[in-house]
C-alpha cells in the first residue's frame, strides 16, 4: 500500500483514543485507523477508500466536544498525527505555514521564539492539533481581539473525498481571485475534505498581559463595562462574565477569591506592548469605572500566577469535583436578550426538573455563553435530551446558536434546524454533494 | 408582474450607467434592467428569469474595476438600487442590517450617528453600495486594522438562481452551525446569487485620527517602519506606501509636499480614543524612528485638511492629468519579494515596451499594491494585454495573487489560473454549479 504498511493500524493495535472525542460519545472502534505521514500519503488514502466506498472520520487531537470525530465501526479512521511540524514562518508578512497533526501549542511556541504570537489559543492547546483547530472554527479565550480561527486563516491544503489535493498556502492578506475555499473549510468539520496545512496569520507578541477580576452588582453595569473597555482598551483580549453562582461553587474548589461572591464576576484581560504604561492604563479604567458606579470591586492581577487563579475559576476544570455529571453546552445569544435567556432558562429548568441545576458563564464580550448542567440522574438520556432540548428552545425563540463554538458533530445535529433555516440546511447538502458526491467524508456529521 | 411593471425598465428607459462600470469595459445595454424593491421581488424576478432561461447580472453602485457588473446585450440586468437603507443598528452586539443598496457613505453615516462605525471604507464610499461591497469583498484603506468586507461580515441574506431566499441574519459573532455560507458568497461577484442584505460588524467610533508622511531611504527602512508601526501602534489603520518616483508625479499634481522626492514615502495613520494621548504616543513613535535612522523625515497633518492632502496624493484622483491612458492594476506578493518584484516589473517594461511607464503604490501593510501603467498607444489592445500579462508573469512566478481587492470580473478571467491552480477552479466550478445548475447567475464572470 503506498501509504506504508506502517502506517495502517487495525484490530488491537488501534488506540482508544481513536473511538471517541472529548465527548465521551460514539466509543466505536473503527475498521482501520490510517496514520498517512504526507498529503500525498492522504490522498492515496482516500482515493483507496473512495474505490472501495468506504467511508472515512479525520481525527485530529481528539479534544472535540460535540462528536466530531467519532467513527463509527464501519468506518476508515485518518489521523493526521503523524503529519506535523511548523514548515515555515515568515517574519516579514506575518504568517506560519504548519501541518495539520501540530499541536497548537506547538505551534504557538514556534512563533514566539520568532517575536510573534499565533493569536489562536484554547483550553485544549496542549492536545489539540491544528487540523482539528481549523476543522471545527475554534474560538476561545482571544476571538475578542482576534476573531475565530476562520479569521486568522490565510489558506489551506486540502484532500477531497477522491483524493485530489487542493493547495492555497499564497498565504496573501488580500486576495480576491474567486470563492474563498480555505473559509468554506474552516468549520465543516471534516464534512468536505481532509485539511492537510495551513496557513495562519500571525500576530505582533504582546510585552504584557492585564488581568482583573470584576465584581458587579447588575447586568446592566456589566454591559456598561464591556461598552467602555471596547471604547477605551485598545488591547481587549478577553472580556469573560461569570454569573454568580458559577464564580461562587468554582472558587470554593479552586481557592476563594471573593466572598461573598458578586452578582456578577467578570475577567478583564488585556494585551499591551509595554508593562508600565499598560498597568497605568488599566488602573486608570479600573478607576473611572469605580467613579461612575459600575465596578462593585475589583481585584488587579499581581503576577501571571494570580491571574492563572482567575482563569482557573472560569475555565473551572475542577467542576466536575462538584458536578459528576456535567453537561456543557455552548451557545451565543444578542448582548440584548443574555439577561433574560439566562433568567428564562434558569426558571423554566428550575419549573421541570427536579434536582438539575444550570449555571451560565463564556466569553460574553462576543455574546457566547456555556451553560454547565449538573443532571443527576445522568442514565436517562431521555431526561439529557429533554434538559437539552428546554434551552435550545429558548436559544431557538430568540434567534440564538446553538453552537457558539464547539460545532455540531453528532451530538447537536438534531438541533441544527434550531439555528439555521431549511433553505440555508439544503444549500450546506448541495455543497456537501458537489464537494463529496458519495457522501464518504465524515458521514453523519454535521447535516 | 409581481414585480410591479414600474420596476422593469427596457430600451431606452435604460439609464447608460447599466451598461459598464467604473472599468468601462463591455458597454452593452442589456435586454431589460430590473429595479425591485424588497427581496422577495428579487426571489420572484429570479424564478422568472429561471422559467425563461434568462441570465442574470445582479448590479450595484457601478463602481467596480474589473467589469463584473457588465452585462451583455442578451442579459437581464438587475439592480439593487431601489432595495436601499439600514434596517437595524444593535449598539450593544454592534451589528448593523443593512440592504444591498444602501450607498456604503450613508450606512456609514449611520452607523456614525449611533457612536460607532462601519470599518470598511473605500475610495468610492459615495456611490459603491453594500451588496457590491459585499460582492466583491471590497478592502480599501482600513484592511490593516480591520480586514476585508469578509472579515467583517456577519450573516446575508442571499437569493439564489431558482428564486430561493437563503436568510442569515441572526448576527452572531461566533456561529458554528455548519458551512459559512455568507463569507462564501463574500467575493463571489454575483455567480452564486443575488445578495440582498448583510449583517455588518461595527466598531468603536474613533475619537482621533493621527496621519503621518514619512519618506525613507530605502525599502528596508521601510520594513523596519511597519515592524515598528505594528508593534508599537496599537491603532495603526493604514500603512500605504508609494514609491517616490509615483509620489512626486502625484505631489506636483496635488500640491507640494516634500521636495526633492524621497525613494519611499509611506502614510501612516492611527486611530485613537484620545486626541491628546494619541497625539504624544505618535511624535514619541517618530521620534523613535528617526533616532534609529529609519525615518530621513516626516509631516505630521496638524488638521484633516492637511492628512487630507496627504490622502489626495496617495488616492491619485489627478493621475489622469498626466497618465491620460492609465490602466490600474492590482496584486498581492509577499513583502519579503515586493522590493524585487518591483525592481523587475521596471526592468521587464522598460527593455521590453518603449514609451509604457509602470509607477507602483498601495497598501503595503497587507502587501497589496497598485500598479499605474501609462500606455500611450491606448488603443493598442494587443499592447495593453501584452504589458499586463509582462506584470501578471511576474506576480505568478512570485507565488502572488493577480487580484488583492478588485475582484476577477471578466478582465482579468483569462489570468485566474496564474494564481490558482486547476483543482482549485475546478473546486470553484463545482460549487457554482451546485448552486446555479444552469449557469445563469453573471455567466462569464470569474470562471
Same mark, same amino acid.
Given at each position: 500500500m503506498a501509504i506504508g504498511s506502517e502506517c495502517v493500524l487495525i484490530g488491537d493495535d488501534i488506540p482508544d483514543r481513536a473511538m471517541s472525542d472529548e465527548s465521551r460519545s460514539g466509543r466505536n472502534k473503527p475498521g482501520i485507523l490510517l496514520r498517512p505521514r504526507t498529503s500525498e500519503a492522504v490522498s492515496e488514502a482516500l482515493r483507496i477508500c473512495a474505490r472501495h466506498g468506504r467511508t472515512v472520520v479525520p481525527q485530529g487531537g481528539m479534544t472535540g466536544l460535540a462528536g466530531g470525530a467519532c467513527p463509527r465501526a464501519q468506518d476508515v479512521a485518518l489521523s493526521l498525527d503523524a503529519f506535523s511540524g511548523v514548515e515555515n514562518i515568515d517574519p516579514v508578512s506575518m504568517t506560519m505555514t504548519v501541518r495539520a497533526g501540530t499541536i497548537l501549542q506547538d505551534a504557538q511556541k514556534a512563533a514566539e521564539d520568532?517575536?510573534?504570537?499565533?493569536?489562536?489559543?484554547?483550553g485544549a492547546r496542549g492536545s489539540c492539533q491544528i487540523g482539528g483547530v481549523v476543522a471545527t472554527n475554534a474560538g476561545g479565550i482571544r476571538v475578542l481581539r482576534y476573531g475565530m480561527t476562520r479569521e486568522n486563516l490565510l489558506g489551506l491544503e486540502v484532500v477531497l473525498a477522491d483524493g485530489t489535493i487542493i493547495s492555497d498556502l499564497?498565504?496573501?492578506?488580500k486576495n480576491n481571485t474567486g470563492y474563498d475555499i480555505a473559509k468554506?473549510?474552516?468549520?465543516?468539520?471534516?464534512?468536505?475534505?481532509?485539511?492537510?496545512?495551513?496557513?495562519?496569520r500571525l500576530r505582533p507578541l504582546p510585552m504584557a498581559r492585564q488581568t482583573a477580576l470584576c465584581a458587579l452588582n447588575g447586568f446592566d453595569d456589566v454591559m456598561q463595562l464591556l461598552h467602555h473597555a471596547r471604547q477605551d482598551l485598545p488591547g481587549l483580549s478577553a472580556f469573560e462574565l461569570m454569573w454568580g453562582d458559577y464564580f461562587d461553587l468554582l472558587q470554593d474548589l479552586e481557592g476563594v477569591l471573593m466572598k461573598p461572591a458578586p452578582a456578577f464576576a467578570v475577567i478583564i484581560e488585556l494585551e499591551t506592548m509595554d508593562r508600565e504604561t499598560g498597568d497605568a492604563d488599566f488602573e486608570a479604567f479600573l478607576a473611572r469605572m469605580f467613579e461612575e458606579n459600575i465596578l462593585a470591586d475589583a481585584l488587579v492581577a499581581q503576577s501571571s500566577r494570580e491571574s492563572a487563579r482567575f482563569w *482557573?475559576?472560569?475555565?473551572?476544570? %475542577?467542576?466536575?469535583?462538584?458536578?459528576?455529571? !456535567?453537561? /456543557?453546552?455552548?451557545i451565543s445569544i444578542s448582548?440584548?436578550?443574555?439577561?433574560?435567556?439566562?433568567?428564562?432558562?434558569?426558571?423554566?429548568?428550575?419549573?421541570?426538573?427536579?434536582?438539575?441545576?444550570a449555571l451560565f458563564y463564556g466569553h460574553?464580550?462576543?455574546g457566547n455563553l456555556h451553560i454547565a448542567l449538573d443532571i443527576p440522574d445522568s442514565g436517562d438520556s431521555q431526561l439529557i435530551h429533554d434538559v437539552e432540548t428546554c434551552i435550545y428552545d429558548k436559544v431557538r425563540e430568540m434567534r440564538g446558536s446553538i453552537s457558539a463554538e464547539h460545532g455540531i458533530g453528532t451530538l447537536k445535529r438534531d438541533y441544527l434546524s434550531y439555528s439555521r433555516s431549511p433553505?440555508?440546511? *439544503?444549500?450546506?447538502?448541495?455543497? %456537501?454533494?458537489?464537494?463529496?458526491?458519495?457522501? !464518504?467524508? /465524515?458521514?453523519?456529521?454535521?447535516?
Open positions: 520568532c517575536g510573534l504570537m499565533l493569536p489562536i489559543d484554547l499564497g498565504g496573501m492578506i468554506l473549510f474552516a468549520g465543516s468539520e471534516g464534512t468536505l475534505g481532509v485539511i492537510t496545512r495551513a496557513v495562519i *482557573a475559576v472560569r475555565e473551572g476544570d %475542577k467542576i466536575y469535583e462538584a458536578m459528576p455529571h !456535567l453537561i /456543557n453546552l455552548d448582548l440584548n436578550q443574555m439577561e433574560r435567556f439566562v433568567t428564562e432558562c434558569k426558571q423554566a429548568i428550575t419549573a421541570r426538573f427536579r434536582n438539575v441545576r460574553a464580550g462576543d433553505s440555508e440546511i *439544503a444549500l450546506m447538502r448541495q455543497i %456537501k454533494q458537489a464537494l463529496d458526491p458519495s457522501g !464518504l467524508m /465524515n458521514p453523519g456529521k454535521v447535516l
